[in-house]
């Protein structure tokens, strides 16, 4: 968690690798927030899986950090999400697809932070 507050937290690609039980979603999760807070833009949080979303957003409610998820057939994310006033959980293929809801005009997300 140290390197992500000192000097090194404002670098464009950074790479944590923790072991099970290690903490990166607690450490994923406050990365985001700082971000939001600070920019007052979006960011999100990529899952594989629904499971791991559901798990995301359990953390994060156990911290105290405003989270909402981006279900699959929601056409638009939470006002907060892309307010910056929330982290955006969802899986991988909200972003990652032929026709990402975030490369569409009326979400109009560019996210300031990513985790996955």
């Not at 450490?27 to 899986?49: D, F, M, N, Q």
């Not at 989270?67 to 999400?81: L, M």
Request: glycine share 8%; charged share 20%.
């Amino acid at each position: 968690m140290e390197v992500i507050c000192g000097q090194r937290r404002g670098e464009r690609d950074l790479v944590l690798k923790l072991s099970t039980g290690g903490g990166k979603t607690t450490t994923g999760l406050i990365y985001l927030w700082s971000h939001a807070v600070e920019s007052k833009r979006p960011v999100v949080y990529l899952c594989p899986t629904t499971q791991l979303v559901q798990q995301v957003l359990a953390e994060a409610r156990r911290l105290g950090i405003p989270a909402h998820h981006y279900e699959k057939g929601q056409s638009i994310p939470a006002v907060e999400c892309t307010a910056g006033e929330a982290v955006l959980v969802c899986t991988y293929e909200k972003l990652f697809n032929a026709r990402s809801t975030f490369d569409r005009n009326d979400v109009n997300m560019r996210p300031v932070a990513l985790v996955l």
